[in-house]
C-alpha cells in the first residue's frame, strides 16, 4: 500500500504532520505532497514537526483565485499520482488543496481518505469557500475520518454508510501533545510576553475582512480598555487583516502586535492567555487542551463541541457582541475534566484503518 499525504496550508501541515510521522513509525510507504498553497505559512510548519515534502508544486501567486490554486493542484497532482502509483490519498480539512487533491485522486480512481471529515456550519456560504469544500470532499472520500460523534452524526444524516465513516479523534491533539512533550512553552511564551493573563487575539478568515474585522477588533479593544487586560495578536500575513489591524490597533499601547509566529509559539501563548478571540478553527480545537475559553467571532461555528462543552462562546462579528461574550468568558467557570477534541491517538487509528 503507497500512500499520499496532501497539505498546502499551516493548519493541514499541523493536522497531517502526526499521521506522516506514524506511518513512518509504522513502515507505511509514504509520499509527502505539498501544494504550497500558503508558502511562507506551510514552510514554518514544516520544520516544527521536521517533515520534507517529497514533492513540492509551489503553486502560491500574488493574489491567487480559488480556481487558479484548484486548476493546479488538479494538474500538478495527476502527474504525480501516475509517476509514484499511488493507492490512497490523504486530505485533511477544508481548503481548496484538500478539496482539488480529493477530487485529483477520485477522477484517477485513487482511494481518498478524507482527515478532519463530517464538520458542517449548514451554511454552505460560511465559511466560504471552506463549507463547499469539506462537502465535496466527503462525496468522494473512501474513509472518512470523522473527529467527533457530532461529525459521524453530520455524515450519517447526509446518508453516508456508516462504513465508510470512522471516528478517530482530531489529529490537532496528537500534534499538541507531540509539542508539549518536546517543549517547555513557559519560557518560550517568556520571549514574547513576560505576564500571563493577556487575550489572545487571530483573525484571518475571508468572510471577516473589511468592516467585519473591524467591528471584531473594536470590541476586543474596548474590553482591553475597561478591563485592563492586555491584547496579544500574532497578525496573519493578509494584507487586508493588516490594514484593518493598523487602523484600530496601531499605537494602541496595551497591544502586543505580533507578526505571525511559529507552531510552538503560538501554542506558548494559548498556554498563558486568559481567553482567546478567534475566528480560527484549528484554534477552537486546540484551546480546550489547555484549559482555555474562546470567544468565536463568527455566526457559525463547524465545531459546536466546543460551545456544548462549556468551553466556548459563538460571539458574532458585532463591536458589542464581541464585547460582551469576553465579558462573559471571563466569568465562566469551565469543567475542564473532559477534551470534546480527542485523545493524542487519531493518527493511529486513521492508518490502522487503510493497513
Ligand atoms: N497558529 C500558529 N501561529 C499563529 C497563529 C496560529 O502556528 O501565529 C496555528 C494554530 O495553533 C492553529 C493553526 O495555526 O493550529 C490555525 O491556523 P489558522 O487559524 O490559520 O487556520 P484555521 O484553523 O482557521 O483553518
Not at 138 to 158: C, G, H, Y
Request: hydrophobic content about 45%; aromatic content about 8%.
Amino acid at each position: 500500500m503507497k500512500l499520499g499525504i496532501v497539505f498546502g496550508t499551516r493548519p493541514e501541515v499541523i493536522k497531517v504532520a502526526p499521521v506522516y510521522l506514524k506511518a513512518k513509525e509504522l513502515g507505511v510507504d509514504v509520499v509527502a505532497i505539498a501544494t504550497a498553497q500558503h508558502r511562507q505559512m506551510m514552510d514554518m510548519m514544516l520544520d516544527v514537526f521536521g517533515m520534507k515534502p517529497d514533492y513540492d508544486m509551489d503553486i502560491m501567486t500574488e493574489n491567487q483565485s480559488l480556481n487558479g490554486v484548484a486548476a493546479k493542484v488538479l494538474v500538478k497532482l495527476e502527474e504525480i499520482i501516475k509517476k509514484e502509483n499511488l493507492d490512497w490519498i490523504f486530505v485533511q480539512g477544508d481548503t481548496t488543496t484538500a478539496m482539488a487533491g480529493a477530487l485529483a485522486a477520485f477522477h484517477m480512481g485513487v482511494k481518498v481518505g478524507h482527515i478532519e471529515a463530517g464538520l458542517r456550519s449548514g451554511n454552505l456560504r460560511d465559511p466560504f469557500p471552506e463549507e463547499m469544500n469539506r462537502r465535496v470532499i466527503d462525496q468522494v472520500s473512501d474513509l472518512m475520518f470523522a473527529p467527533t460523534i457530532n461529525a459521524r452524526k453530520n455524515l450519517l444524516k447526509e446518508g453516508f454508510e456508516k462504513e465508510r465513516i470512522i471516528v478517530t479523534g482530531n489529529t490537532v491533539v496528537d500534534a499538541l501533545l507531540y509539542v508539549q512533550e518536546k517543549f517547555d512553552l513557559d519560557a518560550i511564551r517568556k520571549k514574547y510576553v513576560a505576564e500571563e493573563g493577556y487575550v489572545l487575539v487571530t483573525l484571518h478568515r475571508r468572510e471577516n475582512w473589511g468592516e467585519k474585522m473591524e467591528e471584531i477588533l473594536s470590541g476586543i479593544r474596548k474590553f482591553s480598555e475597561e478591563y485592563d487586560i492586555p491584547i496579544v495578536f500574532p497578525v496573519h500575513l493578509n494584507p487586508r487583516v493588516r490594514k484593518t489591524v493598523k487602523k484600530v490597533l496601531e499605537g494602541y499601547e496595551k497591544a502586543i502586535l505580533l507578526e505571525p509566529v511559529g507552531y510552538i509559539t503560538f501554542l506558548s501563548l494559548l498556554k498563558g492567555a486568559r481567553i482567546i478571540a478567534s475566528d480560527s478553527g484549528g484554534i477552537q480545537e486546540e484551546a480546550p487542551s489547555f484549559g482555555k475559553f474562546v470567544i468565536v467571532c463568527r455566526n457559525t461555528t463547524e465545531r459546536p463541541e466546543l460551545i456544548d462543552s462549556g468551553y466556548g462562546i459563538l460571539a458574532g462579528t458585532g463591536q458589542s457582541s464581541v464585547y460582551k461574550s469576553l465579558v462573559k468568558g471571563l466569568e465562566i467557570k469551565i469543567d475542564k475534566s473532559k477534551n470534546p477534541f480527542g485523545d493524542g491517538n487519531a493518527a493511529l487509528r486513521i492508518l490502522k484503518a487503510v493497513i
